[in-house]
T-cell receptor, first 115, second 113 residues
Framework: GAGVSQSPRYKVAKRGQDVALRCDPISGHVSLFWYQQALGQGPEFLTYFQNEAQLDKSGLPSDRFFAERPEGSVSTLKIQRTQQEDSAVYLC?????????????FGQGTRLTVV | GDSVTQMEGPVTLSEEAFLTINCTYTATGYPSLFWYVQYPGEGLQLLLKATKADDKGSNKGFEATYRKETTSFHLEKGSVQVSDSAVYFCALSDRGSQGNLIFGKGTKLSVKP
């Protein structure tokens, strides 16, 4: 597709359930980012991939959060044993290059609600 | 650590009014600065950017100037339209980083006809 695609758009999970969120970046984009956006807040960085390598996972809030991009394209963010505080919109972004001045293209996000 | 502070919303304006959304930043290095916009039902889109002091980013009638002396990057538009109604996010990316963005909280703009 032309843009970054995320699925599902909405996910309701019971507390303690595991969830997997998918991101299809723009074809050929080297860099991929995951962000978490709580209600009324700006997005906060979770993790960064350059191709298949996860180079920065400093923003992951706990070891219940895990991300992968095994073939350097599609990425999955997995949250184990979901908690209510995990409720947020999860955004994926990709960019053609790497570095501080490259434009990031965002998906529409997955809204996760933990009940 | 690095941070971005932007004007709290919501902001409501009449069509053709002048818009300013204030943004200031704190950074240990020399960042690039961005404004992203999120229209209803859509993903974040880059509106404009500036990569060094005194640079002016501009797009769709919006402008912002990188002011290193005041650590600011205020967004302006001379005459807003109903179609500009959206949430606006100021963000920075540290030079030398992989490109991860630090965002402000966002400012919701509503333009009335």
């Amino acid at each position: 597709g032309a843009g970054v695609s995320q699925s599902p758009r909405y996910k309701v999970a019971k507390r303690g359930q595991d969830v997997a969120l998918r991101c299809d970046p723009i074809s050929g984009h080297v860099s991929l980012f995951w962000y978490q956006q709580a209600l009324g807040q700006g997005p906060e960085f979770l993790t960064y991939f350059q191709n298949e390598a996860q180079l920065d996972k400093s923003g992951l809030p706990s070891d219940r959060f895990f991300a992968e991009r095994p073939e350097g394209s599609v990425s999955t963010l997995k949250i184990q044993r979901t908690q209510q505080e995990d409720s947020a919109v999860y955004l994926c972004a990709s960019s053609l290059g790497q570095g501080w001045d490259t434009e990031a293209f965002f998906g529409q996000g997955t809204r996760l609600t933990v009940v | 650590g690095d941070s971005v502070t932007q004007m709290e919303g919501p902001v409501t304006l009449s069509e053709e009014a002048f818009l300013t959304i204030n943004c200031t930043y704190t950074a240990t290095g020399y960042p690039s600065l961005f404004w992203y916009v999120q229209y209803p039902g859509e993903g974040l889109q880059l509106l404009l950017k500036a990569t060094k002091a005194d640079d002016k980013g501009s797009n769709k009638g919006f402008e912002a100037t990188y002011r290193k002396e005041t650590t600011s990057f205020h967004l302006e538009k001379g005459s807003v339209q109903v179609s500009d109604s959206a949430v606006y996010f100021c963000a920075l990316s540290d030079r030398g980083s992989q490109g991860n963005l630090i965002f402000g909280k966002g400012t919701k703009l509503s333009v009335k006809p």
